[in-house]
């Protein structure tokens, strides 16, 4: 069973209960933040590409793109949205402090919306510049990207890829969306305040090749979802954190839904998420998979 004493629980709340979910006044983000901090909003899809990230045919930004400029501005982020994988080379990846990945595929491949590929050892330069200092925030299918390769049977052919093991995850499947609860590990993180188990409609993943060094935020709740494929599922982590080297990396399965992106609680999670990833708030980030959610241990990597 799950450790229930680890986790501050004020009974489950809907996410639609908006700013004081996650107490949005505990934490002062625009005064935090002395001088704009760049971030590089990377959405290439070399595999599937969901709604949400997809430019219009007439040009422009995609709904999620123009959503996190908008909330970045006030805040003291400048945000720079590409799908252009080209950026990742050391010289032009300099004058950023984070990256933010909503990312499908192999992403050094043309993939399936042709924008151009990383160059060959864009996820090695990706690392050692994320490991050298920098900040990375992964939403959504962020995990879905440099998949380890698998058989007709789901068995692996081939070694996890060093991307996935930065991350803390890899993308599994996922099932119809659906309203799951969501349960909050702990009650706050760093620049996070006031978290609350909460309910939400999303679509949400299931995982595999878990680090074991990940800080674990928020919890899915597999016995709360309808359907045998979750109810046989081991409740694992949904929003987590690690360091690797200087570096802070944030992940969270969060934003399918176009709705996800315009809820407090989804900008509460991204805006504390930048401020610890770019060095502006602290966080304890002591790994405590084991501890909170120990039936995980059957979603660890084997390596």
Known sequence: MVDRARWSRRGVLKAAAGAALLGRS???????????????????????EHTVIR???????????????????PHGYEVTATKDGSVFTPERLASFDAAVFYTTGDLT?????????????????????IESGKGFLGIHS??????????ANGNATGPVH????????????HGKQQDARILAAEKAFGPIHDLHDFEMLEEWYKVKNL????????????RSM???????????????????????????TLGHREDTWKNPLFENIVLGALAWVTGQAEADVTPNLKQVVPEAAVYLRKD
């Not at 005064?31 to 590089?40: E, G, H, R, S």
């Not at 962020?142 to 058989?151: C, G, I, R």
């Not at 680090?211 to 597999?222: E, N």
């Open 211 to 222: 680090s074991p060094d990940l800080h674990v935020i928020l919890v899915q709740d597999t």
């Open 226 to 252: 309808p359907g045998e494929e979750y109810k046989a599922l081991k409740p694992y982590p949904q929003t987590w954190a690690r360091t690797q080297q200087k570096g802070r990396i944030f992940y969270t």
């Open 142 to 151: 962020a995990d879905d990207t440099f998949l380890t390769p698998v058989d």
């Open 26 to 48: 505990a934490w002062n983000f625009a005064a935090a933040v002395q001088q704009p901090k760049k971030i590089l909003f990377f959405t290439k899809s070399a595999g599937f």
């Open 162 to 173: 060093p991307y996935i093991k930065m991350i803390g995850g890899e993308f599994n499947k």
């Open 109 to 129: 491949t043309p993939g399936k919306d042709g924008q151009p590929p990383m160059p060959g050892d864009g996820p090695e330069t990706l690392i050692k510049w």
């Open 55 to 73: 430019r219009p045919k007439e040009g422009g930004l995609s709904y999620a793109e123009q959503v996190l400029i908008d909330l970045g501005k």
